[in-house]
């Protein structure tokens, strides 16, 4: 990853070639690795960027950055510290994926009381830190949010490429199943597939209904989405209450509107 | 014969050098045009002047004072402006643009030279030659002077066609007010100019309030001749042209002689895409430029 | 007009004929439901046993193929500070339509009021429709069609020819002298009176079939009456605001316009995508204000562009009646109930 010494221009305006850091948190490192998978875009990319800091696909280091795209949860107390430490660093703080926006799959296990018993469950007797899983924006300021599990490399080309140019990120506001009809997908409903697509926000191209299955609300709620009168929606077509809450709940982006997270709505408050 | 059907070329290679309302080729067709001029009015506006790049295409290019063009920038975005200027300048324009958006803040971005997209003119105007003989308020509030300063300007040139011209412009406080260098020049044109800011600052010498205050002023203490011989022009909000129109209304002015522009989102200017309907009228294609008793009739227009 | 009736199994050599110089696009499975009931859907075929002409409804109408939801609109060069737009149709080339309901012919004609013979008449509509050529079916009236109502339940122009099926025979109008060449291609006959009074009959018995009504008397008024209702209160709470109403009626054309850059920078494009007037950012403009934030406003607006915006402007409904879009409603809200509800003056 070179520097491209030639400022790029745009209808004969200098773009801004920001310089940019890649962090990652609790996460699988899934979103990171969507990033370096686009290989026919990847150079046009980086040309428009300066990457200081993307442990996936470099060795040096760099504190000095504009903007942090950060994946990942905070689960553990150093990971506190980090985090604060880039949003001093960064411009802009970018929650990278689901588990950065809401906890993502990762704050399941925050709806179990007995956290100590999650722990050695998964780990055994292996001496780890584990707590409550908690969203970035539950412990900085977040600028932008690139939803999704993982996330679409394609959106966040378009987020460099807007901030290069100096135009407003627009992420679609409507849900999924504006996307899902364009793709003239049969509605997983007639397939008697529970699905979150009428209140989960669009930008993924309905992924998943694409492939005959139904939204699991990995980018969390459209605006203005009608949870209530889904839910409702759902029980009437049979679905049971654990399977709605069970859909709700995966990814955490619904937190607000579940039951079973009261407790970590008022927490989030507190906080 | 075969039974295979024939390709339809929708526009013949003569219809594509055309272009009136009615071919299909206007439809995408986007003037070239370049920033000749710019010039910051305040913080947040700025006025470009922009010429059409080819001179047939500029020769035809003509509009009516209230009409509005779509100005390009390819890839950064499009969106409908006021035409400021004067309708008797063909093939230029003047626009004044404030950053509010993708376009308007790459566009604060370039400069002189710039070459833009303009699709247009669009939308209704104001009546201006059945004014003729009449009396004149043009009102505007804020941003409002904007496609105001067209019909202005079409007075000042055709300042004998007019009876009494006043022109009322508020604004919140002295620093938003446009277009300050030209309030001598429009006084010398015999109009009347009356100023009101809502909140002054030390240096204000002028009056305080709302615009209805000055309105009510000029309007107080006329006969029924004046009354029954004016058109009023109102530009800005539609808070502030809903008190003004009322007031208005209460001096009997006809609602058919008052004129608003109405401000909506628009996508594609010629009454397709459905973005700016009011109620479910198209504002790109029965407006901006409206009289009041039609706006009375739109649902959710004020 | 022109009619002829033919043989049944004539109708399998005219879609072979036509599919060997043509691409033919038609009513076929895509699957089924839950119940195991056949869904319906447009797509090209080339395989006359995979035709469904006998289908209920298809989900979504054939609007891909002349209302892409999404396309071009123009492309550009971007050099420096030069740049060149260029502009396409994104047409392929002609296309039959085998096996359009009366509703959908229909929905074209509306479409064609306003994209077409309108002022500033679209040209990538018009490339499309100008392409096309429509062979209509009858259809079998389900519980959800209310066409009646809207007077769409015949198609009197906007096809080619149109095919009625009289149990051994087909009945078929002809419109156009391209499927009048056509049809030379396969045996016809001129229809008898016996003929023609089987076709009386067929048509009064699916007629007949009709379950679902609006009442369209004063409509246009009742509606601007009812503007501040309650009744759109209601419809707004359960309203998901998820478009689905606008993706799947075969008049909804509002669009957005989106422009973008390549990441290259060498390039741009403008892009129109359908929009549907109950998504939140429909009337939200530059600087963020919302004309219509609120669910109910959006709903309602839908009804009024269709039932009210368009009359005023066409002298007819915007809406044929097809009953796709209460279908589809998760919700289950339908025309005729929001109808009867305005006219009530009260929430169902």
Redesign the interface.
């Known amino acids: 990853m070179t520097r491209e010494p030639e400022t790029k221009t745009y209808l004969g305006i200098p773009l801004h070639r920001p310089k940019v850091a890649f962090f990652e948190f609790t996460s699988c490192e899934g979103c990171q690795l969507q990033m370096v998978n686009n290989e026919s875009t990847l150079l046009d990319f980086l040309s428009l960027v300066e990457v200081v800091n993307f442990r996936e696909a470099m060795t040096e280091r760099s504190d000095d950055y504009e903007i942090a795209f950060v994946e990942g949860s905070i689960t553990r107390d150093d990971e506190v510290l980090r985090l604060k430490q880039i949003r001093k660093n960064a411009k802009i703080l970018v929650a990278l994926g689901s588990c950065a926006c809401f906890g993502g799959v990762n704050q399941l296990k925050n709806r179990l009381k007995n956290l100590n018993w999650v722990k050695k469950q998964v780990y055994g007797k292996h001496p780890i830190e584990s707590g409550l899983v908690r969203a970035l924006e539950e412990v900085v300021t977040v600028d932008l949010r690139i939803y999704g599990c993982p996330i679409k490399k394609e959106e966040v080309e378009k987020i460099v490429l807007h901030i290069a140019l100096g135009k407003s990120v627009v992420i679609p506001k409507f849900p999924v199943c504006m996307e899902c009809k364009a793709n003239e997908n049969i509605c997983l409903f007639d397939l008697g597939e529970p699905c979150l697509g009428p209140i989960t926000r669009a930008g993924c191209d309905s992924w998943c209904p694409n492939n005959k299955a139904g939204c699991w609300g990995c980018r969390g709620p459209a605006e203005d989405a009608n949870v209530a009168y889904l839910k409702k929606i759902m029980k009437e077509k049979g679905f049971s209450e654990d399977t709605i809450i069970e859909r709700l709940d995966c990814f955490g982006g619904f937190a607000h509107f579940s039951e079973s997270n009261k407790q970590r709505t008022q927490r989030k408050k507190k906080s | 014969m075969r039974p295979e059907l024939k390709f339809v070329d929708v526009i013949s290679e003569q219809q594509r050098t055309q272009r009136r309302k009615q071919d299909l080729a206007s439809f995408e067709h986007t003037h070239r045009a370049v920033i000749t001029s710019v010039f910051p009015l305040t913080d947040m506006e700025t006025l470009y002047r922009i010429q059409i790049i080819d001179p047939n295409e500029r020769k035809r290019f003509s509009f009516i004072p209230g009409q509005f063009l779509m100005l390009e920038l390819p890839g950064i975005g499009e969106a409908p402006f006021s035409i400021s200027s004067s309708p008797s300048i063909h093939g230029e324009v003047e626009l004044c643009i404030r950053k509010a958006g993708n376009l308007t803040n790459f566009l604060s971005k370039a400069g002189r030279g710039t070459i833009v997209g303009v699709r247009g003119p669009f939308g209704t105007g104001f009546p201006m030659e059945d004014m003729h003989g009449q009396n004149i308020l043009l009102i505007a509030g804020g941003l409002g002077l904007v496609p105001l300063r067209s019909p202005i300007a079409y007075v000042q040139e055709n300042r004998s066609h007019f009876k009494e011209v006043n022109i009322m412009y508020g604004t919140k406080t002295p620093e938003h007010l446009l277009f300050t260098y030209q309030y001598d020049v429009w006084s010398k044109d015999d109009i009347n100019l009356n100023i009101i800011v809502e909140k002054a600052d030390p240096s204000w010498k002028g009056s305080v309030g709302m615009i209805t205050e000055i309105l009510q002023d000029i309007l107080s203490g006329r006969d029924n001749e004046f009354y029954h011989n004016t058109y009023a022009i109102v530009c800005g909000p539609p808070v502030m042209f809903k008190f003004v129109c009322n007031m208005l209304n209460r001096f009997h002015i006809p609602m058919q002689k008052m004129f608003v522009s109405l401000e909506r989102r628009m996508h594609c200017g010629m009454g397709k895409c459905c973005r700016c309907n009011v109620g479910s009228t198209y504002t790109c294609l029965k407006g901006p430029v409206f009289d009041y008793w039609t706006v009375m009739n739109l649902k959710e227009a004020i | 007009m022109i009619f002829r009736v033919f043989e049944k199994k004539e109708l399998k050599n005219l879609f072979e004929?036509?599919a060997a110089?043509?691409k033919i696009v038609g009513p076929v499975e895509?699957?089924r439901?839950?119940h195991g009931e056949p869904?319906y859907?447009f797509s090209e075929v080339s395989d006359f046993n995979a035709l469904r002409l006998g289908y209920t409804a298809t989900?979504?109408p054939a609007k891909?193929y002349f209302l892409p939801?999404?396309e071009n609109?123009?492309t550009?060069t971007?050099e420096?500070?030069?740049?060149q737009?260029s502009?396409d149709?994104n047409v392929s080339?002609?296309l039959?339509f085998f096996g359009l309901h009366s509703c959908d012919i229909n929905a074209l004609n509306k479409l064609d009021k306003?994209?077409l013979h309108?002022?500033?008449?679209?040209?990538?509509y018009?490339?499309k429709r100008?392409?096309m050529?429509i062979i209509g079916t009858d259809c079998a009236p389900q519980p959800f069609c209310f066409c009646r109502s809207m007077s769409s339940d015949t198609a009197l122009h906007g096809f080619d020819m149109f095919i009625t099926d009289l149990g051994t025979k087909y009945f078929v109008e002809i419109l156009t002298d391209?499927a009048y060449?056509?049809l030379k291609?396969i045996r016809t006959e001129e229809p008898k009176e016996k003929d023609h009074i089987l076709y009386m009959k067929t048509v009064s018995a699916r007629n007949k079939k009709f379950t679902a009504q609006v009442d369209t008397t004063d409509l246009a008024k009742i509606l601007?009456m009812e503007?501040q209702s309650d009744v759109w209160k209601h419809w707004g709470?359960?309203?998901?605001?998820?478009?689905?109403c606008s993706?799947?009626c075969p008049t909804c054309?509002?669009?957005?316009?989106?422009?973008?850059?390549?990441?290259?920078?060498k390039?741009?494009?403008?892009t129109k995508m359908?929009?549907?007037?109950n998504?939140?950012?429909?009337?939200?403009?530059?600087?963020g204000h919302n004309?219509?934030p609120e669910?109910h406003?959006r709903l309602k607006?839908r009804y009024?562009?269709k039932h009210?915006?368009?009359v005023?402007a066409f002298e007819e409904s915007l809406c044929v009646g097809c009953g796709r879009c209460g279908e589809?409603c998760?919700?289950g809200i339908n025309v005729p109930e929001v109808i009867a509800s305005v006219r009530g003056g009260k929430s169902k």
């Open positions: 004929i036509l110089h043509n895509a699957g439901d839950k869904v859907a989900k979504l891909r939801f999404q609109l123009s550009y971007v420096d500070g030069e740049w737009k502009i149709y080339g002609p039959i306003v994209l309108s002022i500033y008449p679209m040209p990538y018009a490339a100008k392409n050529f391209t060449n056509f291609h601007d503007f709470d359960i309203c998901l605001s998820c478009g689905t993706n799947v054309y509002c669009y957005g316009v989106e422009e973008t850059v390549d990441i290259d920078l390039g741009a494009k403008k359908l929009h549907s007037c998504l939140i950012d429909f009337a939200e403009v530059a600087g004309f219509r669910r406003s607006y009024y562009h009210r915006g368009f005023e589809s998760l919700a």
